[in-house]
């Protein structure tokens, strides 16, 4: 027995066509596979709110200034990511 609230969802053919292929392909059910969209669509507007948030308190020309200053190294054989 399920917990979760039923959510009747009407989608056009196409979609609903595409959402299955995809759904199989992944090897979930079309019920998975839009739940997880969902959730991921959740997390992209939240991050964006963040973002916004953040970048609305911040302080572009101290930003600027720490860009600008001289000193560091080029990077040298060996400073790849593994």
């Not at 839009?34 to 916004?52: D, Q």
Request: glycine share 4%; aromatic share 4%; proline share 6%.
């Amino acid at each position: 027995m399920s917990t979760s609230p039923v959510f009747p969802l009407r989608l056009p053919a196409s979609i609903k066509q595409a959402a299955q292929q995809l759904a199989a392909e992944d090897g979930a059910s079309l019920n998975q596979f839009v739940a997880t969209a969902v959730a991921e669509k959740i997390a992209v507007m939240r991050a964006e709110t963040l973002f916004a948030q953040r970048a609305a308190r911040a302080d572009k020309a101290a930003a600027l200034r720490v860009l600008r200053r001289a000193g560091g190294q080029p990077p040298v054989t060996g400073d790849e990511a593994q």
